[in-house]
């Protein structure tokens, strides 16, 4: 049985910073494509990282680039998200997910066979 549990959410002023966690059971994230969403409310599930086995290239939303960065350590099957100088707009519920082989060039929530159950973060102005 897969399971993705997200943790590290919560609440931060603007310009903050916060680490969200991804451990995985079931699965081997080294083996997946992990990615980082994010639905904020009243809006639909964005895309915002993603990165194959730890190495290449991470890919990231404009919205996001240059202040979050996705990482991940297979040896305790966790893949983290670093987010820094974050703004309100960063506000919404994030999820991690993963999609077996390499990464595919788009945010198409299709394309990811599995989905943690996300956790909250709230940024105040």
């Known amino acids: 049985q897969v399971q993705l549990v997200e943790s590290g959410g919560g609440s931060v002023q603007a310009g903050g910073s916060l680490r969200l966690s991804c451990g995985a059971s079931?699965?081997?994230?080294?083996?997946?494509?992990m990615g980082w969403f994010r639905q904020a409310p009243g809006k639909e599930r964005e895309g915002l990282a993603r990165?194959?086995?730890?190495?290449?290239?991470?890919y990231y939303a404009d919205s996001v680039k240059g202040r979050f960065t996705i990482s991940q350590d297979n040896t305790k099957n966790t893949v983290y998200l670093q987010m820094n100088s974050l703004k309100p707009e960063d506000t919404g519920m994030y999820y991690c997910?993963?999609?077996?082989?390499?990464?595919?060039?788009?945010?198409?929530?299709?394309?990811?066979?599995?989905w943690g159950q996300g956790t909250q973060v709230t940024v105040s102005s």
């Open positions: 079931g699965v081997r994230v080294g083996n997946y494509c």
């Open positions: 997910a993963a999609r077996y082989g390499l990464c595919v060039d788009n945010w198409y929530l299709e394309n990811y066979r599995y």
């Open positions: 990165a194959y086995a730890g190495f290449g290239s991470a």
